[in-house]
């Protein structure tokens, strides 16, 4: 990892454009400059080895694209869709294809915990430097909001600072490192899980829910403070399908995951989503795991798991579209440690709906909620012990039109000397407690390099 990217030179002789054009309208309200360059790293590269304390990253599973931001021009830290939409309003008035990038907490009704806090309910950022390559090439942009309608010369001098100082900071290189001593905290303990499994088939069968998604967490506390940077470049290692998403809001905290499940993505008009749900490990060898996906495909429990998330999905579909299709149905998706019965859908959205608004359509999928979708917060919130926060929520990015959002999960929240790995799985009536546990627990082994063991 490499990366000596210089941001400033970069786009020095644009500045000083600028300053010699003082009538030009970019600095009333945003100044973004851009440029195309052939970029010697990968994208992700570029913004694990640059030590600024905002940054993000986010690469969906199947599209070639990838899209980094470093630094902040706009941050929008809102309780509600719609002040986040407010919030970038005017942002989208100058430009309408200008991505912020970000999500909202799995229960936006919840105050935030302790260890979500600086995430707050819904969190946007517009970065200060935006990288974005597709097989096209790349292009990276800067951004400044001049909301303070301060003279020209002092936005251009705000810029300027901006970028001299990523530039002069010290890259970063995140070595793969030594599994890393931590103690451990499992939340629920298995005896927990099992009583909370055992209340959750009573539900069903009392007949108020069909299915209920619980979760667990096992937390890392060790002497020093994770490495973000670290984690994220051990994900970034693994080869399946499933997007990569890094969101650091402050040094040292960060949400970060690879999620085989695309909440929806929305490009010129055109809706895609996933259905997944139900799930196998992966085999010892392609015999058996040819056998574990007959199986999968075979066993009406993990058929009715995942009918719940598919006729969901294709009911939304239809709410928010014309010409749904079902591109594919109860397929096999292999990842590197389990797979998944999924189904593809696909529309063309008929009305102005924002990609926020959908994303709040859908969100919580009966893949990370349950069935039906409007009781399951509050169930939830009475039988888990511990705040999901983002975990299995939206993550990812939009403009005011094009959006691709991830569910997030296989995602770990790190914040200070913590590591909180997220998993859950979805219970229907034929669940099984220890089942469930070991799903759970290969569904964290992506993490499993980091750690020696989970
Ligand atoms: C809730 C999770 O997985 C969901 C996605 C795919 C398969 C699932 C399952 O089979 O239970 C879950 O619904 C998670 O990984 O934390």
Request: net charge neutral; glycine share 8%.
């Amino acid at each position: 990892m490499k990366s000596d990217f210089l941001f400033y030179p970069l786009f020095q002789e644009e500045i000083n454009r600028l300053v010699q054009h003082p009538g030009r309208k970019e600095a009333r309200y945003l100044v973004r400059i851009e440029k195309e360059v052939a970029l010697p790293d990968p994208v992700l590269d570029l913004v694990l080895s640059c030590p600024v304390a905002e940054k993000f990253y986010y690469s969906a599973k199947d599209a070639p694209f990838e899209l980094g931001g470093l630094g902040s021009a706009l941050v929008i830290e809102a309780v509600s869709g719609g002040e986040v939409l407010d919030g970038f309003r005017r942002l989208w008035n100058r430009d309408e294809t200008i991505p912020v990038f970000g999500g909202f907490a799995f229960d936006v009704e919840e105050e935030p915990a302790p260890e979500w806090r600086s995430f707050g309910r819904y969190r946007f950022t517009l970065p200060l430097v935006e990288i974005f390559r597709s097989p096209g090439g790349a292009r990276i942009r800067v951004n400044h909001i001049n909301n303070k309608r301060l003279p020209r010369e002092h936005v251009l001098r705000e810029l300027t600072d901006g970028l001299q100082s990523l530039d002069a900071l010290p890259r970063l290189s995140p070595a793969a490192g030594q599994p890393v001593p931590a103690e451990r905290t499992l939340i629920p303990e298995k005896p927990q899980w099992n009583r909370m499994i055992k209340k959750a088939l009573r539900t069903i069968v009392e007949g108020d829910l069909k299915k209920i998604v619980l979760a667990r967490k096992k937390v890392f506390t060790r002497k020093d403070r994770w490495d973000p940077v670290q984690i994220a470049a051990v994900l970034a290692g693994i080869s399946e399908m499933s997007s990569l998403f890094f969101y650091q809001i402050e040094d040292g905290v960060a949400f970060l995951g690879r999620s085989p499940e695309r909440l929806f993505r929305m490009q010129n008009g055109i809706l895609l989503a996933d259905a997944i749900a139900g799930t196998r490990t992966r085999g010892k060898n392609p015999f058996d795991d040819q056998r574990l996906e007959a199986e999968l495909l075979n066993t009406p429990k993990e058929l009715e798991e995942h009918r719940f998330v598919a006729g969901f999905i294709e009911t939304r579909m239809h709410q928010l579209c014309a010409d749904v299709q079902v591109e594919s149905r109860e397929e096999i998706l292999k990842l590197k440690n389990v797979q998944h019965i999924i189904t593809r859908y696909s529309g063309r959205s008929q009305q102005n709906f924002s990609p926020l608004a959908i994303a709040e359509a859908f969100h919580p999928t009966p893949a990370v909620g349950g069935f039906p979708q409007e009781e399951i917060r509050s169930c939830l919130r009475r039988y888990e012990p511990f705040q999901r926060g983002w975990y299995a929520a939206p993550i990812g990015w939009m403009n005011r039109k094009n959006a691709d959002f991830s569910v997030g999960i296989r995602s770990a929240l790190v914040n200070g000397k913590s590591l909180h790995i997220f998993a859950g799985a979805g219970i229907v009536l034929q669940s099984n407690a220890h089942a469930e546990w070991k799903e759970t627990e290969k569904k964290m082994d992506n993490f499993a390099a980091i750690l020696g063991e989970i």
